[in-house]
């Protein structure tokens, strides 16, 4: 449990930070895809609505969590963030994949609404979510 109740961490803050970073580059990412399909560009809307849907709400509702254990909330909820926080990352993860294998066999992958995403954001989005994902087991671990 963080030090007092209602007081976190360093390591809570630090999470809740990377977590807030990947979600500023996460909303980057996703309207730069919304631009491009609603911008009358040949790009077509989503392949993965559903992805896009689930991604974002695992990673509020993950975030949710652990701003109430650090807030003086039970043990468990560290834990539920952490959970949370993974199955949002496999959605990532099945994004990514299917982002990179499009980008590799499509003859024209500019044509695909979520091919407009800088790699740049892409990369920068990983990085965070892993370091989140890393800083969260941590947090967890300490409850």
Request: charged share 15%.
């Amino acid at each position: 449990m963080p030090s007092s109740v209602g007081t976190a961490t360093f390591m809570d803050k630090v999470a809740v930070v990377l977590w807030l970073m990947t979600a500023l580059v996460g909303g980057y990412m996703f309207a730069h895809t919304l631009r491009h399909r609603e911008s009358g560009s040949d790009a077509v809307a989503s392949r993965m609505p559903t992805t896009i849907f689930f991604h974002p709400v695992g990673a509020i509702l993950g975030v949710t969590f652990l701003l109430i254990y650090a807030a003086g909330g039970p043990e468990s909820t560290a834990w539920t963030a952490f959970g949370v926080l993974v199955a949002t990352a496999a959605f990532g993860e099945y994004f990514f994949v299917r982002w990179l294998r499009d980008r590799r066999r499509l003859a024209e992958p500019r044509l695909i609404a979520e091919q407009q995403i800088p790699p740049l954001a892409v990369g920068l989005h990983g990085l965070l979510a892993t370091a989140t994902l890393v800083t969260t087991l941590v947090v967890a671990i300490q409850a």
